[in-house]
């Protein structure tokens, strides 16, 4: 109003605010399937970073968020129903203090069933601790699943950086065809897009995601594939066909 008054000669907020504001975001794309089994392979028979490998398996095929898959405890995991429990997250404040808070949501609560591979790579990680030195106890939680080399829970930046360090070698290796950021949310992004492709209903894909909004997961299809778009597509005509067929036969 002072502007269109002629009470000040310049409107202060007449521009365009990321001409002031760097965007730095980055937008998450989820890896072709070519791209995870070149990066899943590099992973396994890399000398150095094989050691991270069942990691990675895990929060490929569980979509699990990093902070909750550091807070899994020996009790989480249920072999006899193929299943682990996600109710909790295990976090590092920068002075080194760990701490447990409850899922980033309500809907974080739930049951993540466990694939063949993933009880695989469990037992391997299961066997792997069993040299560890100290048993931590953290906000009433104990025998974390994930220890790092000096027998402490790992947190999200251990699992960053072992995919960092990975991903860095990996394209020295291959500059000629490197591969895309890769982090621990991509991998989750990456699970829900597979799941997606696959023809999971919205619903249980919300679930499995601990999203408490439907349109969180949503935005997850605009990922889908030109081959998951045509596959729906024919399933529609068949289904249409059958019901054609049904009515001319309830007809005769």
Request: aromatic share 10%.
């Amino acid at each position: 109003m002072a502007y269109e008054d002629d009470i000040i000669v310049k409107n202060p907020f007449d521009f365009v605010l990321t001409s002031v504001v760097r965007n730095d975001t980055q937008h998450r794309v989820a890896l072709t399937p070519d791209q995870q089994t070149v990066w899943m392979d590099f992973v396994r028979f890399d000398t150095v970073y094989r050691k991270y490998y069942d990691e990675f398996v895990i929060l490929l095929e569980t979509g699990m968020r990093v902070s909750e898959f550091c807070g899994l405890t020996l009790n989480d995991l249920d072999f006899e129903k193929r299943r682990i429990c996600v109710d909790h997250q295990l976090l590092r404040d920068r002075d080194g203090t760990y701490h447990v808070e409850k899922t980033k949501t309500e809907s974080g609560c739930r049951f993540i069933p466990m694939t063949d591979r993933v009880v695989k790579s469990l037992e391997v990680l299961l066997a792997r601790r069993q040299a560890q030195k100290n048993n931590w106890i953290i906000d009433g939680y104990s025998n974390f699943l994930l220890l790092d080399k000096n027998s402490r829970p790992k947190v999200a930046l251990h699992v960053e950086h072992e995919m960092q360090w990975a991903l860095k070698k990996y394209n020295r290796l291959h500059p000629d065809e490197p591969l895309p950021h890769i982090t621990p949310h991509i991998m989750r992004h990456t699970f829900c897009t597979n799941m997606a492709n696959a023809g999971m209903d919205i619903k249980s894909l919300q679930y499995l995601m601990g999203h408490s909004d439907a349109g969180v997961t949503m935005n997850v299809y605009s990922h889908a594939t030109y081959e998951h778009a045509a596959g729906a597509m024919r399933r529609l005509k068949i289904g249409e066909s059958h019901s054609q067929d049904e009515l001319e036969r309830s007809i005769v």
